[in-house]
T-cell receptor, first 117, second 111 residues
Framework: SAVISQKPSRDICQRGTSLTIQCQVD?????MFWYRQQPGQSLTLIAT?????????ESGFVIDKFPISRPNLTFSTLTVSNMSPEDSSIYLC??????????????FGPGTRLTVL | AQTVTQSQPEMSVQEAETVTLSCTYD???????LFWYKQPPSRQMILVIR??????QNATENRFSVNFQKAAKSFSLKISDSQLGDAAMYFC????????FGAGTRLTVKP
């Protein structure tokens, strides 16, 4: 497995502002993922962030709203831009570790709880 | 598109008893992974168990085991000797290149 940390753990922000969430892992990983978990809901994949390439966004998520950086194999950031109350969610990063055929097993960070007023 | 369905929004079990959480999925792939994750109130997603679709043998991890029926596209989780610490949201997930999650089942454990 891997040890994954996220900063901040929680934040309360004003609408119209932006927040950058950091994700740090204790080992080098190729695949990192960002998820959103709205209150009482399941996880929805925002984007896949592989080092050395542009992030790949899922339908309904755009780079202008959720820019992602992946400067090296142990770190990534997700920015939530021009926030509105609808962006209030838990944001989780995960890393994929090789498990064989197809997808890697994903291990998750502790999440960032964002409240937008 | 792959979908994952958890038909039980909530389940309850008496401490020390056994409970089974259901999950079905839809895919046209032949090789993939299936997962059960646990999310306690701390919101940390914890991997409970993992199953490779090419393996016929059901995965087990201590008190946790799965019943994987590939033809039926069914992947249930059995928790034996339930403990109070098992109380959490349980998410079933399907993975090939990325991961898709079901809606979750909230498990309550009664003392």
């Amino acid at each position: 497995s891997a040890v994954i940390s996220q900063k901040p753990s929680r934040d309360i922000c004003q609408r119209g502002t932006s927040l950058t969430i950091q994700c740090q892992v204790d080992s080098q990983v190729t695949m990192m993922f960002w998820y959103r978990q709205q209150p009482g809901q399941s996880l929805t994949l925002i984007a896949t962030a592989n080092q050395g390439s542009e992030a790949t966004y899922e339908s309904g998520f755009v780079i202008d709203k959720f820019p992602i950086s992946r400067p090296n194999l142990t770190f990534s950031t997700l920015t939530v831009s021009n926030m509105s109350p609808e962006d209030s969610s838990i944001y989780l990063c995960s890393v994929g570790l090789a498990g064989g055929v197809g997808t890697d097993t994903q291990y998750f960070g502790p999440g960032t709880r964002l409240t937008v007023l | 598109a792959q979908t994952v369905t958890q038909s039980q929004p909530e389940m309850s079990v008496q401490e020390a008893e056994t409970v089974t959480l259901s999950c079905t999925y839809d895919t046209s792939e032949s090789d993939y992974y299936l997962f059960w994750y646990k999310q306690p109130p701390s919101r940390q997603m914890i991997l409970v168990i993992r199953q490779e679709a090419y393996k016929q043998q059901n995965a087990t991890e201590n008190r946790f085991s799965v019943n994987f029926q590939k033809a039926a596209k069914s992947f249930s989780l059995k928790i034996s000797d339930s403990q109070l610490g098992d109380a959490a949201m349980y998410f079933c997930a399907y993975g090939v290149d990325d991961m898709r999650f079901g809606a979750g089942t909230r498990l309550t454990v009664k003392p």
